[in-house]
């Protein structure tokens, strides 16, 4: 399982240096752009969305995993290299980083462009947001994306790897199947992220499926965050907040980190976390950050010390 293990280190370096690819080369938008084309009237909307939903992250996965694959009859090193562009696109965390920074930075010299940066991040109306309420919504996009756009992927490449490789599948072989499940949680993540909404006629199916995969990689998300912060007693917060959301599973890490900063979450109108501490000021949200750019860190290392042994 080494060459698994490398395929990880390899993924971290590629978003350490380059955070994320052009839009136009990222396979992500190539994906985004087809799932584009379900969303319009259909006769039986829940449907067509169910059956988007169960086969487009498939095909997603079985693209990656073939061009591992075909690389890796080659020469299997050159099947770990693309290995480690297959993981690193299915993955996110040196840019999720940086778009929090830039609406944290924002927030202290101007909310316009700070509710504009926002949009990007965050599904919710921004124009009559405070400057803490966007810190707010700012820092709970940060702990969601860490576990839809890191751990999640990560995940379910180690968990894809690992069981091929149990079953005496030669390691290149093993990589491919790795790619293959991060690729399509990423593709499940992706239908969630442009269909799975009540005011979307297809986004029952995508939606449902988010929830299912997700219910995992959300707690070892909160997981992660806590032994970061060294607050366990922060998971129990987590799971009493948690029942307060429609999601079954965002309010873990969000949760976690609220409770392990003694900060205030808040989307106005919906739910708060924590609701006796203040909101984040910008050194608040600027610890979030760093906080979760070691868990980030830290879930890449257990996946690589998983799939090396």
């Known amino acids: 399982m080494g060459l698994s293990a490398l395929v990880v280190g390899g993924s971290l370096v590629l978003d ?67 290995g480690a562009l297959a993981l690193f696109v299915s993955t996110s965390l040196r840019r999720l980083l940086d778009r929090v920074r830039e609406v944290v930075t924002a927030t202290g010299e101007d909310l316009e462009i700070a509710r504009e940066r926002l949009r990007a991040l965050a599904g919710r109306d921004a124009t009559e947001l405070s400057a803490g309420e966007i810190r707010s919504a700012a820092v709970e996009s940060l702990a969601e994306n860490l576990a839809d756009g890191l751990v999640a992927p990560l995940l379910y490449y180690a968990v894809f790897a690992v069981g091929a490789a149990a079953t005496g599948a030669e390691p290149v072989l093993a990589v491919a199947t790795g790619c293959g499940g991060a690729a399509w949680v990423k593709g499940v993540n992706t239908l969630d992220s442009m269909l799975g909404y009540r005011t979307k006629p297809t986004g029952w199916g995508p939606a449902r499926l988010d929830d299912a995969v997700m219910w995992f990689p959300a707690r070892v998300s909160a997981v992660v965050i806590a032994v970061v912060l060294v607050r366990p007693r922060a998971l129990v917060a987590a799971r009493r907040w948690q029942r307060d959301l429609a999601s079954p599973n965002s309010g873990w890490p969000m949760g976690t980190l609220a409770a392990g900063l003694a900060l205030r979450l808040e989307k106005p109108g919906h739910y708060v976390l924590n609701a006796e501490q203040d909101p984040p000021d910008v050194a608040d949200a600027e610890g979030a950050i760093r906080r979760v750019a070691v868990a980030g860190l830290l879930a890449y290392a257990l996946v690589g010390v998983v799939t090396w042994y």
């Open 16 to 82: 350490l240096a380059l955070g994320e690819p052009p839009r136009r080369l990222h396979p992500v938008a190539w994906f985004g752009r087809l799932v584009g084309t379900v969303d319009r009237p259909w006769k039986r909307p829940a449907v067509i969305g169910s059956i988007a939903a169960a086969v487009l992250p498939i095909a997603a996965g079985l693209v990656l995993a073939g061009s591992v694959l075909a690389a890796g009859r080659v020469d299997p090193l050159a099947g770990g290299l693309v």
